[in-house]
């Protein structure tokens, strides 16, 4: 069984700041995934492995010294937005094989930094629920 529970949060201006991090390093892993699978497609290789991106995307790029502030946010924001980019591939897939119901889906787009839908996800370990009903 799956839970899922929705949060209307209002943040402080400090935590403003941080959810617009969070957000802007979540899309731009998410980017940075989708770039590196198209040019993958585009060069013959086979498709490439969740754990492959992951390591590639994430834990070398925290390394390199133009996204080390990759490392400022959590990475379960970050796993997750390569989770979402992967549901997105394969939901494609299925559609484009007939295993999905319903109208062709198009292949998964770059994120925009002027789109005003941000979103991200945190897994149980993610966050904490205090006695208090604080998050």
């Given at each position: 069984?799956?839970?899922?529970?929705?949060?209307?949060?209002?943040?402080?201006?400090?935590?403003?700041?941080?959810?617009?991090?969070?957000?802007?390093?979540?899309?731009?892993?998410?980017?940075?995934?989708?770039?590196?699978?198209?040019?993958?497609?585009?060069?013959?290789?086979?498709?490439?492995?969740?754990?492959a991106?992951?390591?590639?995307?994430?834990?070398?790029?925290?390394?390199?010294p133009?996204?080390?502030?990759l490392?400022?946010?959590?990475?379960?924001?970050?796993?997750?937005?390569?989770?979402?980019?992967?549901?997105?591939?394969?939901?494609?897939?299925?559609?484009?094989?007939?295993?999905?119901?319903?109208?062709?889906?198009?292949?998964?787009?770059?994120?925009?930094?002027?789109?005003?839908?941000?979103?991200?996800?945190?897994?149980?370990?993610?966050?904490?629920?205090?006695?208090?009903?604080?998050?």
């Amino acid at each position: 069984m799956q839970l899922r529970y929705n949060y209307r949060v209002y943040p402080t201006p400090g935590q403003q700041i941080a959810l617009a991090r969070a957000f802007g390093c979540a899309r731009v892993v998410y980017n940075d995934g989708l770039r590196i699978r198209q040019q993958a497609h585009a060069a013959g290789q086979q498709y490439i492995k969740d754990s492959a991106l992951q390591t590639r995307v994430i834990t070398e790029a925290k390394k390199t010294p133009e996204r080390a502030w990759l490392a400022e946010v959590s990475s379960v924001a970050l796993v997750q937005a390569l989770g979402d980019l992967h549901t997105a591939y394969r939901n494609f897939f299925a559609s484009v094989t007939g295993k999905r119901k319903g109208a062709k889906l198009a292949s998964p787009r770059f994120r925009s930094r002027k789109d005003n839908r941000q979103a991200i996800r945190f897994t149980r370990n993610g966050f904490l629920l205090r006695p208090n009903r604080r998050l």
